[in-house]
């Protein structure tokens, strides 16, 4: 679990990806809890593409945890829901974790 907390922006995104990549072995899940983000700024919305795409190169699922509803506007703008699955965009960590459990792959 990964929890951001302010705007989401490309700083916080950048950083974000840098230690990401810190990481000797990738986790079969990644929950990033969004539920302090405010917003993504214009300069943040590529962030997510690339950490998707990063989690599918390691086999890493990706799950969306509290994304309020206008951060989830400008990933919806995006086509990022249909890209993960709109079902892996949860209302809360507790369904996050409950989802992260029912992993096929486990």
Known sequence: ???INGPFFFGVADKFL???GTLEQYPRTLILKMDR???IDATGYSAPHRLYSIC???HTRLILSGTGERTMGTLERYGFP?????EACVASLDEALQL???DPQR
């Open 18 to 20: 840098r230690e990401l």
């Open 56 to 58: 599918r190169r390691h």
């Open 82 to 86: 249909e890209l993960i699955g709109p």
């Open 37 to 39: 983000v405010p917003f």
């Open 100 to 102: 992260a459990g029912s």
């Open 1 to 3: 679990v990964y929890e």
